[in-house]
């Protein structure tokens, strides 16, 4: 079992950046698959980005593909998602998951089996 909480949300103007964290209970969170999503205002849950229990692989989007970098401090129990260069379009409620699959870094909402709360991120014009 893992909770996740997320921090680090907020309202900036674009170009600019923020950096959310991610804080995970339970001992095992660092056999865990990792990931980011995030849902806009009326739309569907999508996909931002996801590492490796080891951090070794790491996937996104290509919509924040060379802005957005996934991180993971499995001594701190946290993953962290850096983002630079926002737009307006980055507007939504990111979410924190985690899979105990460790083969497969998933990028489906199904992949992922614990969930945090989310936390929002507004990129103003």
């Known amino acids: 079992q893992v909770q996740l909480v997320e921090s680090g949300g907020g309202l900036v103007q674009a170009g600019g950046s923020l950096r959310l964290s991610c804080a995970a209970s339970?001992?095992?969170?660092?056999?865990?698959?990792m990931a980011w999503f995030r849902q806009p205002p009326g739309k569907e849950r999508e996909f931002v980005a996801a590492i490796s229990w080891s951090g070794a692989t790491k996937s996104y989007t290509d919509s924040v593909k060379g802005r957005f970098t996934i991180s993971r401090d499995n001594a701190k129990n946290t993953v962290a998602l850096q983002m630079n260069s926002l737009k307006p379009e980055d507007t939504a409620v990111y979410y924190c998951?985690?899979?105990?699959?460790?083969?497969?870094?998933?990028?489906?909402?199904?992949?992922?089996?614990?969930w945090g709360q989310g936390t929002p991120v507004t990129v103003s014009s």
């Open positions: 998951a985690a899979s105990a699959n460790r083969i497969r870094v998933g990028v489906q909402y199904g992949d992922y089996t614990y």
């Open positions: 339970g001992r095992a969170f660092s056999s865990y698959t």
